[in-house]
């Protein structure tokens, strides 16, 4: 699995965006789809993942109604909504794929295989 992520930028706080991932290569209809987050001098983060097959999601409680994560199968792409942007967010932010079924929740970033390359979000206050 290929993924290519993209839709970072610099905004201001209260702003918003949205990151895409786009997914090639082998299927990834029983794949989960997750967006970590690095900032300077931290570990990287869990965000939000969904089920490719069942659409289920799940979020970090740090970006529940913030942030939305939804797949669009036609464009095997997966999105990454932000509203309400606060300059905690600013951070590099990546997509990545593991293995799995309909129930989400897999937080760990060591059990994803395959990654993007990240997208730079800075959100200014």
């Known amino acids: 699995v290929q993924l290519q992520a993209s839709g970072g930028g610099l905004v201001q706080a209260g702003g918003s965006l949205r990151l895409s991932c786009a997914a090639s290569?082998?299927?990834?209809?029983?794949?989960?789809i997750g967006w970590f987050r690095q900032a300077p001098g931290k570990e990287r983060e869990f965000v939000a993942a969904?089920?490719?097959?069942?659409?289920?999601?799940y979020r970090a409680d740090s970006v529940k109604g913030r942030f939305t994560i939804s797949r669009y199968i036609a464009l095997n792409t997966v999105y990454l909504q932000m509203n309400s942007l606060e300059p905690e967010d600013t951070a590099v932010y990546y997509c990545?794929?593991?293995?799995?079924?309909?129930?989400?929740?897999?937080?760990?970033?060591?059990?994803?295989?395959?990654w993007g390359q990240g997208t730079l979000v800075t959100v200014s206050s």
């Open positions: 290569g082998r299927t990834v209809s029983n794949h989960h």
């Open positions: 969904i089920s490719w097959s069942a659409g289920s999601t």
């Open positions: 990545a794929a593991k293995a799995g079924g309909a129930v989400v929740g897999t937080t760990d970033p060591n059990l994803y295989n395959y």
